[in-house]
């Protein structure tokens, strides 16, 4: 449905426009909380990458 006719129809409503001072700021992350989540990714991705199996071409 195009914008136009959903707010002619009352279905949609318009948002007004939010400010860079305005939006919420995520917390601050701990280097250590940091490098944890990295090690732990690149382990299921090494993990991950052990189990593919080549495509014939």
Known sequence: MRLGKALATGVAEERPRATDDELPLGEPVDETERAEATE?????????ASEEVPVAR
């Open 40 to 48: 732990e990714v690149e382990r299921s991705v090494s993990a991950s």
